[in-house]
């Protein structure tokens, strides 16, 4: 369905509307205006930018990426927006994401062109109107406005008005009403873009209104010559007007006119104005502007000079001179002196195109559009001929007989596209370079472009068949010896291979083969193909004679000429074909095939093996027919010798049996005639393979065929028989001889025997003693025992004889043994009197260790065991003196951190003060003045490194107000050390700079810089609070989110990164890496060799290398890219050098880091852990690879690789002042390594510009791997409860109170940022926080803070300056931090301090009693004897309390309170004190803290807990101290190198002032009177110095007047006055030294008198350089 157009006609018609339903009609007919000029900017941006744009009704919202106006920028300023600038130009970035803040960039560029051109300011729109949609109308308008203006300057057309044309639907057109409601704001009057530009104009108004209205006014009148008058009137400003052109200017202006009048009363028709909207119309709505004059005026030259064209072209006979004026008339590009022709025939060509086109049209013209394209093409045209004539000509001189043999150098013409040859095979040069060669000879003179393209394609197939015959690929060659170009005739496919094969080889011989070679292998190969197929034919013939069995026609098929078959005998044709049928059945057996054929080389083996069987057979006979005659003449020995004979070949012979053959033989020939066999002449033998051959005894010829008369019996012995009988009379001679030869192993043998019988009847015997073993055992035992007991009776007998000397004796001898015994156990125990002792020791030790394994690792250890070890609670005085020792050292570490710090700023000032000094030559004085400063600071910290303790010593003479202060100020940052919630969130709620800050000033110095456990473990838990409150809130938990994604942490640069960083690069940081990184860097240092990555670097270094040995300029270009240096094979080795070193230098460091993680910070590698766990949490869709990478860009990129890439700075390695031991070779390597790690850690590799890193990628990604495991590793870290044993009770055990140094100004600091965001950082009303500031009141200022330790200073002293109040506020203080509320400790309310009372007491009663468990110990009445051990260990404490205090002067409320808690409850009884543990533990046992089922053991379990932590907390305290030792000479080493440096800036200070002495006499001679210097507001614009003055239009500029003058006391001081009319306006001083610091920091801008002027840096500099120090 067709929607209607919307009607929005006159207002007044004949109906009466109501106001509202005016006001809507008004409304809706400014949004169809509005829309129409949507639809004109729409159609006007489509025409430039040769591109469809969304429908006019989206058009706003396109135009909001800036692409659209960026292109529209590089349409009419290509020079200033180049498309490459343009971001998101596919609108790729866009479509996805949609806007981006980057698009604004599109819309700077746009306002830059349209500044380019020098379109009014007054049109401009502001970009958050574009980007952010506050104004759109304002941006249409300004593209109407450049619209015109580019008319005017002949760059583009006028917009069309399309009032009363465009089309919109009713729906449009409410839309876009609810739109402009929306906006809020008046439309521009679009009717008034003309005027405006006039008035924007640099001449006289009026005169110019005037001028234009006579135009108007003289078109009307249709007066030509009035007309042209009018234009010609210099003040309307009018250029490019031609006399000449007078009609058309007078018929197309008109027309112009007459459309704009009409349309302007379109508009105005349907609009009901009242005559005070008539009297503000504008009278350029029908009049043509200035702008519109000037744009249709060079509009009109154009098309008249066009016109002339056309009418040139049309004639036969065109001038060159005057076509080429017209074209440079029409101002078209590149037109050249020369080309005439090529541009006559273009433009002609191109003419009777567009004729074609259109032919019904007579008066068809080029527009200049196609002029500049037909002009471009003809230049080319041009410039393509002359190059093909030269190259051409370089060609045939390459050819003649004086050019060079340069094949390669051919190729490169041919190859070069401007040469317009057809497409060049470019791998075989020498084809070409030859062939053409023979073809310029043959023709006999130079050979034409034509020519030489009709050649080269019969010689690129020749030259691919080539490249085919060298790869050797038979499909190739085969395809490319059947290219048409070649023409090579007889190629048959089915002898391919033998073709290409043949082929390969003759190439083997030449450099390359032409079309005759080919052609000739060809017709060879085909030649001998032929004969094989002669041969084949024989074969089957001969194969089917076989097969039929036919002698004729086999003995035929043998002897064909074509076989070439050798030694053929017909007498052997039955043997041949026998033998062939064998081959042929075993043939057919192996290769299971039904008919198989033998192949000539099958059969002549079968002719050689027939005929060498015939032979053998023959022989063999012969020597048989030999032994039978030798036996018919009964002599052996010749018979002997027979069977010797090698055709025999009759084996087992043996001389002795000569004889005995002869016999056996006559024996056996006489069993053959008695079996009634006779003589015969034939005789039949049967050859080594089976067959019969027939002998004739007679003539001694042989046959394989069987004879007529042949008769198988025959007397005659066979070889078989012969053999038979050789061998039976052999063996039986053979063993004869072997008995006689194995006499004695015979004998052997048989005494063998005889042995065998003898063990057989032996073990017969013992197997029936065995049998019979019972009976013979008895036998014997009845005689022995009988001649025993005859013995024991004549024993007895003589001892009852002699019984008291038996007796005597006996005495005497165990007496005797048992001394012996003891005297020898006596000595033994002297000797090992030392192995006893340790004996004893070990087991007492073990014993211990038991105990002690048994308190530390069982869950519930027994009170006996906690028993032996609580003596390890008690205080020592050594325990006091290392708390004291630690206090001090922290305190002398901590002032020399910050010390360090202050002096490493002064020195980093005092260097760009230097520089600056270097550079400009007149700010010594400031450098003088700065280095006092830097003198008296360093006197200052040698003051008070002596005495240290001055200003503690005077806050403690403060008053009473003072010191409530104090203490309040103490529970404050006790509270803020130990919350991390509070610091937090403050260091998110300041500014980023003042954040940093407020960092390093405050929260690091409240936390003593980690000096120690404790605050190591509180500034971790501020560091975990802190990410996660800084991750939250980039996660977009929180309002402002910054990212979506993880990876976008690592750019975004987190505040807490930083801190974690800037606190792990401290002396213990620092050390760390100079351990892991040392060595390597080190080794780096040393190599003299360069690791050069960059080919065209190492391609330049190559050239100077060779010219430097040969002294000759190098032929090669100096100036490549990197492909063409990379071509270099040199350049590839040199490369591949500095890969390898690359890598192994990379994998030092790799391995280094990955072998060193114990090295790197505990706390780093916690918050690393705490990242990796926090970004899981808020990113559970990022796989933990891309987590990984944010945990490496922690650990790797911001705190190792700056190491890597300067470890001067970062005390690697050891510099001296005023020297570094790094050169920029050396800094280079370090780069490249860094890199290489950098990208193997974020799991990058070399692409694209880089592909000449592509042999390291693999190592990229192994290295990747490892990152990971590494990056997994140091995450793996403890708890800091778990790794520093922290808890709750931690601070109730401190021997010391925590102390931390702070000054005065960050105290107030402080105190006044908690009070500025108290609502933010504890938004909870109960927080403690808010009762701790309303005690501290408001902020106090410095000289409240002072005036305590003043008054008492001012007897001594007098009036302190200002000065010395500010060093005042800046020195340190140490506040003694506490909790805010003391628990009195017998106040049983409170259940923690009731526990620690309790455990107190216990331990004093297990001091003394000892039982299983703990009831039992409370259940036993105790004796006198405890009771007294126990009132002595009371006193022994209070004496120890006592001395402590005396000896450290620490008598005050707090030692008061802690000897009164003691008198209290641990001087009671040990009685009364079991009964108030008794009650303790029944308190605690309701709070389910201790249980009597388990008889109170969890009482015991925290005792040995505290046991254990006493251990560990004595054990890291040493740590600690040798820490800080080691840590405080670090610190004074970097103080003496810093020392050193400042000692050398005051040398080159010492220097300048020498020679500014030197120089004073010369200058006071020369000096005279301030020069004062003058230039108005205009001048200094025009500089670019003044770039701006608020609320003054350019044009008064020349009524500012700006006095510039020389300070007389301080040259480096200027002053500047502005006067405006002559008066007086504003003064200020500049100070040179701050221009030279902006411009340092890179400040471009600045401004002057009160923000009111915005001044060019770099340019005052300048300006001051030049007129005052003549620079």
């Known amino acids: 369905m067709e929607e209607s157009r919307a009607d929005f006609g006159s207002i007044t018609g004949d109906e009466r509307l109501t106001a509202d339903e005016m006001d809507n009609k008004r409304s809706q007919a400014m949004a169809y205006e509005y829309l129409c000029h949507l639809e004109e900017a729409k159609q006007w941006m489509e025409y430039c930018l040769q591109e469809e744009l969304p429908p006019s009704t989206e058009l706003e919202e396109s135009l909001r990426n800036g692409v659209s106006l960026a292109k529209l920028g590089h349409y009419f300023a290509s020079e200033v927006v180049p498309v490459r600038k343009i971001y998101d130009k596919d609108l790729k970035r866009f479509q996805q994401r949609g806007l981006h803040f980057k698009h604004t960039d599109n819309i700077n560029r746009w306002f830059r062109a349209m500044e380019h051109v020098g379109v009014p300011m007054i049109f401009y729109p502001e970009t958050t109107d574009i980007y952010d949609r506050k104004n759109m109308p304002r941006t249409i308008y300004c593209l109407h406005a450049l619209s015109l203006f580019l008319f005017k300057l002949g760059k583009a057309p006028q917009m069309k008005d399309l009032y009363g044309i465009a089309e919109f639907t009713e729906e449009q057109v409410t839309i876009m009403q609810t739109e402009l409601e929306k906006y809020g704001i008046q439309l521009p009057q679009f009717n008034k873009i003309g005027g405006i530009l006039a008035n924007e104009m640099s001449v006289d108004e009026a005169s110019l209104h005037a001028a234009v209205i006579a135009i108007n006014e003289a078109l009307e009148a249709g007066d030509v010559a009035a007309t042209c008058s009018a234009l010609l009137n210099p003040q309307a400003h009018l250029e490019g007007v031609n006399e000449g052109n007078a009609e058309s200017y007078q018929e197309r202006l008109l027309q112009h006119k007459r459309a704009k009048v009409e349309a302007s009363q379109n508009k105005n028709k349907d609009k009901s104005m009242d005559e005070e909207a008539i009297a503000d119309r504008d009278m350029y709505e029908e009049l043509l502007t200035h702008a519109e004059l000037q744009g249709n005026l060079s509009k009109i030259n154009v098309d008249v000079k066009l016109e002339t064209l056309n009418v040139l072209l049309r004639g036969e006979d065109v001038e060159a001179a005057s076509l080429v004026a017209i074209l440079k008339e029409l101002g078209i590009a590149n037109v050249e002196e020369g080309n005439e022709t090529w541009y006559r025939h273009q433009l002609i060509q191109d003419l009777d195109a567009k004729k074609v086109q259109d032919p019904e049209n007579d008066s068809v013209l080029l527009v200049k559009e196609e002029i500049q394209s037909s002009v471009t093409n003809a230049n080319q045209l041009a410039v393509k001929h002359r190059f093909r004539k030269s190259t051409v000509a370089n060609i045939n001189t390459l050819l003649s007989e004086d050019g060079d043999i340069d094949a390669d150098k051919l190729m490169k013409f041919l190859l070069d596209p401007e040469a317009g040859f057809p497409e060049v095979f470019p791998d075989f040069p020498a084809v070409h370079f030859n062939e053409l060669l023979k073809a310029r000879h043959e023709k006999g003179s130079e050979l034409t472009h034509d020519e030489i393209a009709a050649l080269l394609p019969r010689l690129n197939a020749l030259a691919r068949l080539n490249k085919e015959l060298v790869a050797g690929d038979v499909s190739q060659i085969w395809v490319a010896a059947q290219q048409p170009e070649l023409g090579l005739e007889h190629l048959d496919d089915n002898f391919r291979t033998r073709i290409c094969d043949a082929l390969v080889e003759e190439k083997k011989n030449h450099e390359y083969l032409n079309i005759d070679q080919v052609q000739g292998k060809i017709d060879c190969v085909n030649a001998e193909i032929a004969v094989e197929l002669a041969r084949v034919e024989g074969v089957n013939e001969l194969n089917d004679a076989l097969d039929g069995s036919d002698v004729d026609a086999m ?90 004979h090698p055709d025999l070949a009759i084996t087992a012979l043996t001389f002795e049996c000569g004889s005995t053959y002869y016999d056996q033989f006559k024996v056996v020939k006489e069993d053959k005639i008695t079996e009634g066999k006779g003589e015969t002449d034939w005789v039949m033998y049967k050859t080594r393979e089976g067959d019969d051959y027939y002998f004739n005894i007679d003539t001694l010829d042989g046959t394989w065929d069987q004879p007529e008369q042949f008769n198988p019996d025959t007397i005659q012995l066979s070889k078989e028989e012969i053999q038979s009988v050789v061998n039976d009379v052999s063996a039986a001679y053979d063993r004869c001889q072997w008995y006689k030869d194995n006499e004695n192993q015979i004998v052997k043998l048989q005494s063998f025997g005889r042995m065998c019988i003898a063990k057989r009847r032996y073990n017969e015997r013992k197997n029936f003693m065995d049998n019979q073993l019972p009976a013979i055992v008895t036998i014997q035992s009845a005689w022995r025992g009988h001649v025993q007991r005859k013995k024991f009776a004549e024993r007895i007998k003589h001892l009852q004889e002699n ?159 003072n010191r409530a202060r104090l203490e309040a100020y103490q529970h404050l940052f006790y509270m803020l050390q130990t919350n991390p919630t509070y610091f937090g969130k403050l260091i998110f709620k300041m500014p980023v700079g003042r954040s940093t800050d407020f960092m390093q000033q405050v929260i690091f110095a409240v936390y003593n810089y980690a000096s120690n456990s404790r605050e190591e473990y509180l500034l ?145 590698r916690y918050i690393a852990k705490c990242l990796r766990n926090l970004l899981s949490t808020k990113f559970p869709e990022t796989p933990d690879e891309e987590v990984l990478k944010m945990v490496g860009n922690l650990i790797y990129y911001r705190f190792i690789n700056p190491a890597i890439i300067s470890p001067d700075v970062f005390d690697i390695i050891d510099v001296t002042a005023g020297n570094t031991t790094l050169n920029t070779d050396q800094r280079r390597n370090l780069g490249s390594i860094a890199k290489v790690l950098q990208f193997a850690s974020t799991g990058k590799s070399f692409v694209d510009d880089h592909s000449h890193m592509d042999p390291i990628n693999q190592y990229m990604k ?158 036993t009445t105790a004796t006198d004897e405890q009771e007294d051990l126990h009132m002595a260990n009371i006193s022994k404490l209070e004496n120890q309390k006592r001395e402590l205090d005396e000896k450290e002067n620490k008598k005050d409320e707090e030692s008061v309170l802690k000897t009164r808690s003691l008198l209290n409850e641990n001087k009671l009884p040990l009685e009364d004190m079991k009964r108030r543990v008794l009650r303790n533990l029944e308190k605690l046992e309701t709070h389910q803290i201790v249980s009597q089922e388990d008889n109170y053991q969890s009482i015991v379990n925290m005792i040995a807990r505290d046991i254990r932590n006493q251990r560990r907390y004595r054990q890291r305290r040493k740590q600690e101290l040798s820490k800080l030792m080691q840590n405080e000479e670090r610190l004074e080493q970097k103080s003496k190198s810093l020392e050193e440096q400042s000692e050398y800036f005051n040398q080159y200070i010492k220097s300048c002032l020498s020679s500014l002495t030197a120089k004073s006499k010369q200058q006071k001679k020369k000096k005279k009177k301030a020069m004062t210097i003058k230039y108005t507001a205009m001048e200094l614009y025009r500089k670019k110095i003044v770039l701006e003055v608020e609320g003054l239009d350019q044009s008064k500029f020349r009524d500012v007047l700006f006095e510039i003058s020389q300070n007389d006391d301080d040259a480096g001081k200027f002053v500047v006055a502005a006067k405006f009319c002559g008066l007086n306006m504003d003064k200020v001083t500049v100070v040179f030294q701050d221009l030279l610091q902006l411009q340092y920091e890179g400040v471009n801008h600045m401004k002057m008198f009160e923000g009111r002027a915005r001044v060019n840096v770099n340019l005052l500099i300048f300006l001051l350089n030049k007129k005052f120090f003549g620079k």
């Open 1262 to 1419: 192994e290295a990747y791997e490892r990152f990971k495991t590494f990056f997994k590793a140091v995450c793996d870290v403890p708890e800091p409860e778990e790794k520093h044993n922290m808890d709750e009770f931690s601070d109730a055990v401190l021997l010391v109170k925590p102390v931390i140094f702070i000054s005065l100004k960050e105290v107030v600091d402080t105190h006044k940022l908690l009070v500025e965001h108290e609502e933010e950082i504890a938004p909870d009303g109960n927080d403690p926080l808010h009762d701790m500031l309303e005690e501290l009141g408001d902020v106090p200022d410095y000289s409240t803070l002072l005036a305590g330790s003043s008054e008492g200073d001012k007897s001594g002293a007098g009036n302190n300056d200002k000065n010395q109040d500010n060093e005042a506020i800046k020195a340190e203080i140490s506040l003694t931090l506490a909790s805010r509320v003391e628990v009195q400790e017998d106040d049983d309310s409170d259940v923690k301090n009731l526990l620690l009372r309790t455990k107190r007491m216990v331990i004093d009663i297990i001091r003394i009693q000892g039982k299983e468990n703990l009831k039992l110990v409370l259940d």
């Open 803 to 961: 019984t008291q000397a038996v007796v005597t004796i006996q005495k005497f001898v165990r007496m005797w043994k048992l001394r012996r015994a003891f005297l020898n156990r006596l000595d033994y125990l002297k000797d090992q009197n030392k192995s006893i002792v340790k004996l004893q020791a070990w087991f007492r030790s073990n014993k211990a260790r038991h105990d002690y394994k048994t308190l530390i690792g069982v869950e519930n250890p027994p009170l006996p065991v906690v028993r032996r070890f609580v003596h390890l609670l008690d205080q020592r005085a050594t325990d006091f003196a290392e708390e004291i020792e630690l206090q001090e050292l922290k305190k002398s570490v901590i002032q020399r951190i910050k010390g360090n710090n202050d002096h490493e700023k002064a020195l980093n000032t005092m260097d760009i003060k230097i520089g600056l000094l270097v550079k400009n030559r007149i700010s010594l004085q400031d450098v003088i003045n700065h280095s006092h400063n830097l003198r008296k600071k360093q006197a200052k910290d040698i003051a008070a490194g002596g005495d240290g303790g001055g200003m503690a010593t005077g806050l403690k003479a403060l008053n009473k107000a």
């Open 555 to 644: 003995l035929k098929a043998l002897q064909n000429p074509t076989l070439k078959l050798e030694n053929v005998d017909s007498a052997n044709i039955t043997h041949y074909i026998r033998l062939m049928k064998k081959k042929k059945d075993a043939k057919r057996t192996a290769e299971e095939e039904q008919a198989p054929a033998l192949w000539i080389d099958e059969i002549q083996e079968t002719l050689d093996s027939t005929n060498q069987q015939t032979k053998v057979a023959l022989k063999q006979a012969s020597a048989v027919a030999a032994v039978n005659m030798a036996i018919e003449d009964s002599d052996w020995e010749q018979s002997y010798e027979m069977l010797k």
């Open 1020 to 1164: 971790l838990k501020l560091f975990r609070t802190a990410l996660q409150e800084e991750i939250d809130f980039i996660a977009g938990e929180d309002p402002g989110s910054k990212v979506d994604k993880v990876k976008e942490i690592a750019t975004g640069n987190p505040l807490v990164i930083k801190m974690v960083v800037s606190f792990n690069r401290g002396a213990k940081g620092n050390s760390s890496l100079r351990q892991i990184l040392a060595p390597q860097v080190s080794e780096v240092l040393k190599k003299k060799s360069v690791i050069n990555t960059s080919p065209i670097e190492i391609y330049k270094a190559w050239i100077s290398q060779r010219e430097m040995e040969t002294g000759e300029a190098s032929d090669l270009p100096y100036n490549v890219t990197t492909e063409q240096a990379y071509a270099h094979k040199e350049v590839i080795s040199r490369m591949q050098d500095s890969l390898n070193q690359l890598r192994q230098a990379t994998d030092g460091f790799m391995n280094a880091i990955c072998n060193n993680i114990d090295q790197i910070p505990y706390g780093l």
